[in-house]
Nanobody, 119 residues
Framework: QVQLVESGGGLVQPGGSLRLSCAAS????????MGWYRQAPGKQRELVAT???????NYADSVKGRFTISMGNAKNTVYLQMNILKPEDTAVFYC?????????????WGQGTQVTVSS
């Protein structure tokens, strides 16, 4: 069993910033990567950013230069610093983990945290 708990979402004005956090716990054998995905109303869930255990990062084109993903020192924590937020960033953001949990390799997801960018 694994728990992925996101925090840091909320309402922010355009141009503002938010920092999302995700902490993973449970029967985690190994973590290959962690990341953030988001789903806006009427759209598919999309990749925002991922980071591998060794620090390699990948970003969606729409967030490059504005968002930064990082791994915490505990290695089971991931952050997403979001700057210059735009209304189109409004979505439910999901923390994701790729690794082995209770002998099963795959993707694991948190419940999501709402990010709303609006004046």
């Amino acid at each position: 069993q694994v728990q992925l708990v996101e925090s840091g979402g909320g309402l922010v004005q355009p141009g503002g910033s938010l920092r999302l956090s995700c902490a993973a716990s449970g029967s985690i054998f190994s973590i290959n990567a962690m990341g953030w995905y988001r789903q806006a109303p009427g759209k598919q869930r999309e990749l925002v950013a991922t980071i591998t255990r060794d620090g390699s990062t990948n970003y969606a084109d729409s967030v490059k230069g504005r968002f930064t993903i990082s791994m915490g020192n505990a290695k089971n924590t991931v952050y997403l610093q979001m700057n210059i937020l735009k209304p189109e960033d409004t979505a439910v953001f999901y923390c994701a983990l790729y690794g082995v949990v209770s002998d099963r390799q795959g993707w694991y997801w948190g419940q999501g945290t709402q990010v709303t960018v609006s004046s």
